[in-house]
């Protein structure tokens, strides 16, 4: 079994990285992924574009449903289109949650694995917007780089982390959702 996989490439993501650089204070409207005590995500920033119910421990790891942050897609007019692109491609049948994140420069991902229901139900794709050489992702004791315009499965049940030893912001969209299986996939489509 794979700890991920490259799907696609390609993608032009710059119209996107130009509504985030124009509305900056869009990020940490919603913070509660990263200030709980413990989390992986404190050294990041995040915008959801849909998401939890509710941020109780009980809707956000164990509730299935989903909501679009209204707010969010009209001033990101072009993240949503992405994902429905991206889902069209892959053959997704259900979407769940979709959040862009921020690594900040000179931070990581502490080593987690995603629990509940929630992360039982969906798979976990990243869109990487914003990427530096120094950026890697570690899933099962894997690491890799993902380049910017690329999709990138993983199974997010394995340990996984990130680090940014750069002096650059690493910004990605997490999407999740229901999609055949991934590993029968030997090479990314575009």
Same mark, same amino acid.
């Given at each position: 079994?794979?700890?991920?996989? +490259?799907?696609?490439?390609?993608?032009?993501?710059? $119209? /996107? !990285?130009?509504?985030?650089? #124009?509305?900056? =204070?869009?990020?940490?409207?919603?913070?509660?992924?990263?200030?709980?005590?413990?989390?992986?995500?404190?050294?990041?920033?995040?915008?959801?574009?849909?998401?939890?119910?509710?941020?109780?421990?009980?809707?956000?790891?164990?509730?299935?449903?989903?909501?679009?942050?209204?707010? +969010?897609?009209?001033?990101?007019?072009?993240?949503? $289109? /992405? !994902?429905?692109?991206?889902? #069209?491609?892959? =053959?997704?049948?259900?979407?769940?949650?979709?959040?862009?994140?921020?690594?900040?420069?000179?931070?990581?991902?502490?080593?987690?694995?995603?629990?509940?229901?929630?992360?039982?139900?969906?798979?976990?794709?990243?869109?990487?917007?914003?990427?530096?050489?120094?950026?890697?992702?570690?899933?099962?004791?894997?690491?890799?780089?993902?380049?910017?315009?690329?999709?990138?499965?993983?199974?997010?049940?394995?340990?996984?982390?990130?680090?940014?030893?750069?002096?650059?912001?690493?910004?990605?969209?997490?999407?999740?959702?229901?999609?055949?299986?991934?590993?029968?996939?030997?090479?990314?489509?575009?």
């Amino acid at each position: 079994m794979r700890p991920h996989l +490259e799907l696609l490439r390609h993608l032009d993501v710059r $119209p /996107l !990285v130009a509504q985030l650089e #124009a509305n900056p =204070g869009l990020w940490n409207r919603i913070a509660i992924r990263q200030s709980y005590p413990g989390s992986a995500h404190a050294q990041t920033k995040c915008i959801f574009i849909r998401g939890p119910l509710g941020f109780t421990p009980q809707l956000y790891f164990n509730d299935l449903g989903s909501v679009d942050y209204q707010f +969010e897609q009209v001033t990101l007019h072009t993240a949503m $289109p /992405l !994902v429905e692109y991206v889902c #069209a491609m892959l =053959g997704v049948t259900e979407l769940g949650r979709v959040l862009i994140v921020k690594l900040e420069a000179g931070g990581a991902v502490t080593p987690h694995i995603d629990e509940g229901l929630y992360a039982d139900h969906f798979s976990r794709l990243h869109i990487v917007l914003t990427t530096n050489e120094m950026c890697l992702n570690i899933t099962g004791g894997r690491p890799a780089h993902w380049k910017t315009g690329s999709v990138w499965w993983f199974n997010h049940k394995l340990e996984h982390s990130a680090h940014n030893h750069e002096y650059t912001d690493r910004i990605h969209m997490i999407v999740d959702v229901v999609m055949p299986d991934p590993q029968d996939s030997l090479s990314p489509q575009i």
